[in-house]
């Protein structure tokens, strides 16, 4: 085979990138490596390929080390060919999503996937290589080991070891012009990612359960969900016993018309009047909403009012019958008689 010409490798080059063998051939005969983008390179055994044929990627290959966040070997062969740990890629989340312009991940990702991974040996392997777990989320991570044993493990050693900031904030690193759903400090994480052990791990180490982000809902809100995420029920109980105001999850539970929780939030002695205030200014709310409501849409809009009238009023059925205090019957009779002139069991939306 004769040498391959250089203007020739990179179409040669780029048709053969699933092909090892073929590739493997070119190089051999003069074809040149950088002729590959780096964006291309999508598997270990290709990249380790490369770099035997002198793939340069000092400049610009800490752009996929989160890629190989869980091999350390070609960790090692990256950082050993001149990557610079401590740079990092920002228009991708560590899950590999790519941001909107403008938007950034500051965090160090492959610190970030160690701890998710809870492979305890590497994380420390590339600390020792330079990263800094102070720029990392890795506390947020270990939510995502879903091996109870090991995501409390990998989380007692980035606080005992590390001591990592048990209330860091997700936002002081990255900013994805919305409201992540698991924004927030490492217990907010935990609850988004269900994972009770690190839940639980994070109360007993002191975590604030009343302690959210920049962006981020308070935890106790996040463990009733919302329109954008499902919620996570046992979390709630030991939020609570934590020390979470019971009041305040039981006015999160009236928004979200969550029967379920208001019934744990009550059995911590929440205030049941406040919730009561709440769904019957909800109620109000709506009804006014309603009535202003263009006739273009309304149609449109009354199956979207109906659900939600129907989860507000069995809310203020539900906590106008709670036995915790016999003066809350009492108190919802005047909340009706204060906020709306008719019978809410009889109350149906404008046509």
Not at 41 to 49: E, F, K
Not at 116 to 143: M, Q, W
Request: hydrophobic residues 40%.
């Amino acid at each position: 085979m004769e040498r391959v010409e250089k203007s020739e490798a990179s179409a040669l080059l780029d048709c053969s990138l699933d092909n090892l063998d073929i590739l493997r051939c070119l190089l051999h005969y003069g074809a040149d490596a950088n002729e590959i983008d780096l964006r291309d390179v999508q598997s270990r055994d290709l990249l380790i390929l490369l770099l035997e044929f002198g793939y340069d990627v000092a400049k610009t290959g800490h752009t996929i080390l989160q890629d190989f966040a869980g091999d350390r070997q070609v960790l090692d062969l990256l950082l050993d060919h001149g990557v610079d740990v401590k740079k990092i890629e920002t228009a991708r989340t560590a899950d590999g999503l790519a941001l909107y312009p403008g938007g950034y991940d500051n965090s160090i990702k492959i610190l970030n996937g160690s701890a998710a991974n809870a492979d305890v040996e590497l994380f420390d392997h590339l600390v020792s290589r330079g990263a800094e777990p102070a720029r990392s989320l890795a506390l947020h991570y270990t939510s995502k080991c879903k091996v109870p044993e090991s995501a409390v493990t990998i989380l007692s050693h980035l606080l005992d070891v590390y001591d990592m900031d048990i209330h860091a904030d997700t936002d002081d690193l990255r900013n994805f012009f919305h409201d992540s759903p698991d924004s927030g400090t490492p217990l907010c994480s935990a609850i988004y990612y269900k994972n009770l052990a690190v839940v639980e791990a994070l109360l007993k180490r002191g975590a604030d359960p009343d302690r959210c982000g920049a962006t981020g809902h308070l935890p106790t809100s996040k463990a009733m969900g919302d329109a954008l995420f499902e919620g996570f029920l046992p979390a709630l109980a030991p939020l609570l016993d934590a020390g979470a105001d019971p009041t305040l999850a039981l006015r999160h539970a009236v928004k979200r018309g969550n029967v379920d929780c208001a019934k744990v939030c009550l059995g911590y002695g929440a205030d049941v009047k406040a919730g009561l205030q709440i769904a019957h200014e909800r109620e109000v709310k709506r009804l006014r909403e309603w009535a202003n409501m263009p006739a273009d849409i309304v149609d449109d809009e009354a199956p979207r009012y109906e659900a939600q009238r129907e989860r507000n009023i069995a809310m203020i059925d539900f906590l106008a019958s709670w036995k915790g205090d016999q003066r809350v019957n009492h108190f919802a009779r005047r909340l009706r008689t204060r906020f709306y002139s008719f019978d809410h069991d009889h109350a149906a939306l404008p046509k």
